[in-house]
């Protein structure tokens, strides 16, 4: 039975399970769609000189099924002002199409109060900038979700895995309750893994490397496990069906991962 595009784009505006892809409808089969993923460098596409460090948004194409075409915005450094400030918002919605999915998901930048390019106080600016989001996605018939920011690796002298963000996912998990989006609570989430890793295996998370601690970006098995995280959110808030989860159990060799050349100068 066809599927009017119509109809697809009501039930995507009612959060109801999604098929997101590239191209168009072949016979037989459901419209496609779209996941873009607002964010910064925990999230974000690396190239060739910065492997191992891997964003989750690498990895969650794997745990797509094929009707879901993952199209990554993330960039290195934003935060939610930044983002908009850039301009880089408005190029991501001049993508969107009706019925696609915009996973958004900051904190780590705003956090800066140093740095007034990127600095937002949790619950005004944060809040007021990450209302553009869910408005520019509503907007052009979108299905806007936010995702509590990623935990950083910090732990505290008895080896208890300690929160790093203050308020801000506190603020975010207000403003979804307020504005009636789904929430993906990352932040929860990977407390409570590297909570149950424990101080040493976390590191095999994290871009540690003979010369290198970073406790902030991830490796490949990190940047998969955060993907499976933002899976089996997308999956438990409705938003998608399990039929649009694929792998969500299953290993996925680090070597699916790849980190693609530069852009020219």
Same mark, same amino acid.
């Given at each position: 039975?066809?599927?009017?595009?119509?109809?697809?784009?009501?039930?995507?505006?009612?959060?109801?399970?999604?098929?997101?892809?590239?191209?168009?409808?072949?016979?037989?089969?459901?419209?496609?769609?779209?996941?873009?993923?607002?964010?910064?460098?925990?999230?974000?596409?690396?190239?060739?000189?910065?492997?191992?460090?891997?964003?989750?948004?690498?990895?969650?194409?794997?745990?797509?099924?094929?009707?879901?075409?993952?199209?990554?915005?993330?960039?290195?450094?934003?935060?939610?002002?930044?983002?908009?400030?850039?301009?880089?918002?408005?190029?991501?919605?001049?993508?969107?199409?009706?019925?696609?999915?915009?996973?958004?998901?900051?904190?780590?930048?705003?956090?800066?109060?140093?740095?007034?390019?990127?600095?937002?106080?949790?619950?005004?600016?944060?809040?007021?900038?990450?209302?553009?989001?869910?408005?520019? !996605? $509503?907007?052009?018939?979108?299905?806007? /979700? %936010? +995702?509590?920011?990623?935990?950083? *690796?910090?732990? #505290?002298?008895?080896?208890?895995?300690?929160?790093?963000?203050?308020?801000?996912?506190?603020?975010?998990?207000?403003?979804?309750?307020?504005?009636?989006?789904?929430?993906?609570?990352?932040?929860?989430?990977?407390?409570?893994?590297?909570?149950?890793?424990?101080?040493?295996?976390?590191?095999?998370?994290?871009?540690?490397?003979?010369?290198?601690?970073?406790?902030?970006?991830?490796?490949?098995?990190?940047?998969?496990?955060?993907?499976?995280?933002? !899976? $089996?959110?997308?999956?438990?808030?409705? /938003? %998608? +069906?399990?039929?649009?989860?694929? *792998?969500?159990? #299953?290993?996925?060799?680090?070597?699916?991962?790849?980190?693609?050349?530069?852009?020219?100068?």
């Amino acid at each position: 039975m066809s599927i009017s595009r119509r109809s697809l784009v009501g039930a995507a505006l009612a959060a109801v399970p999604l098929v997101v892809a590239a191209g168009g409808v072949s016979e037989g089969r459901e419209l496609s769609r779209s996941l873009f993923i607002a964010g910064d460098s925990t999230a974000a596409q690396k190239v060739a000189g910065e492997a191992p460090e891997t964003g989750w948004g690498m990895a969650l194409p794997f745990l797509m099924g094929e009707g879901v075409q993952v199209v990554n915005h993330a960039v290195n450094g934003r935060s939610s002002k930044s983002f908009v400030d850039e301009g880089r918002l408005a190029a991501l919605l001049d993508a969107v199409r009706p019925g696609d999915l915009v996973v958004v998901q900051f904190g780590h930048n705003d956090e800066k109060d140093e740095d007034p390019t990127r600095y937002t106080e949790p619950w005004t600016t944060y809040q007021d900038y990450l209302r553009q989001y869910l408005d520019g !996605a $509503r907007a052009k018939g979108a299905v806007p /979700v %936010l +995702a509590t920011p990623v935990e950083r *690796r910090r732990f #505290d002298a008895d080896g208890n895995a300690s929160p790093s963000h203050g308020d801000y996912p506190a603020a975010m998990r207000a403003l979804a309750e307020q504005e009636r989006v789904a929430l993906l609570d990352i932040e929860a989430l990977s407390l409570a893994l590297w909570q149950e890793l424990g101080v040493e295996e976390t590191k095999t998370y994290f871009n540690w490397t003979d010369t290198e601690q970073d406790n902030t970006h991830f490796n490949p098995p990190g940047a998969i496990a955060v993907a499976r995280m933002v !899976a $089996r959110e997308l999956l438990r808030t409705r /938003v %998608l +069906a399990a039929r649009d989860v694929v *792998r969500l159990n #299953d290993d996925i060799p680090t070597s699916w991962i790849t980190w693609p050349p530069a852009a020219a100068a």
